[in-house]
């Protein structure tokens, strides 16, 4: 039976697509600049200098947009904890080094964008948000499947999470009714979106190289995947709530996410799997199996749910105008 591949040969034998894939970013990447998404005439000074703190009728934001707008951005704020996952993990060396530099740069203007946006706007608490950071920073991001990391699990795990924020960041901006922040929105997710194609890639090519042993590591992150704000303040309270509304929810998860990337690589038509390749992809066809069906009940229970806060509200609204 062929051994697996050691993390330094699998770099190794990989160097000449990063190097292809840095390129092909480059090449796609579109310059833009966080402070022509941000309606700056509507700040203005908060009491410490002489203005007014923040008061919750400030905010044009409903309570969805909120919830959404802070977790992306909490997500976004965690940068270093990725950074350093990534940079383990993928190493520092040639062409792999220049994308860990590169693609951290970009994603810490998605932080700054859309802090920028809402603290001109006054679109959440600064001070609720300040605090929440300093937590979720501090604690940092642990790995799923944390006592398995190393290359392949690293690449599997952010080609799902940066199609998993791309969606995530378009839907929000959908809910937030205001055509800027809606603007600046899809102008993350684009990146996302990039980001997610060079993942996707280096998967790929993994996949190619070593089909076995990279189908255990995306099986395995299939099977445990979590939004990477594991851990944050509120976390459940707002993927709850933005699961409810649309902005990312299983059906989501599986149909946007999980399915076509799994069918990009080709995972259920390929034949370069040993039987233990083969016995993954069937663990990996009942796992999926199981999503969708959990999918429908997810689903019917969140109908349930609206439809009886929809009642409740017809309620109250009978007994003010009654
Ligand atoms: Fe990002
Ligand atoms: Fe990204």
Redesign the pocket.
Known sequence: MARDLTQLELLTELETVAEQNVDRHLSMAKEWHPHDYVPWDEGRNFAALGGQDWDPDQSKLNEVAKAAMVTNLLTEDNLPSYHREIAENFSQDGAWGTWVGR?TA??NR?GIAIRDYLVVTRGVDPVALEQARMIHMTNGFASPTEADAGFLHSVAYVTFQ?LA??VSHRNTGKVCDDAIADRMLQRIAA??NL??IFYRNMCGAALDLCPDQALDAITLIVENFQMPGAGMPNFRRNGVLMAKHGIYDLRQHLEEVVQPVLKKWDVFGRNDFTPRGEATRERLGNFLEKLSKDVVKFEEQRDRMLAREAAKREKAFATVNG
């Open positions: 693609w970009e994603e998605h940066e924020t791309r990146d996302e980001h997610m």
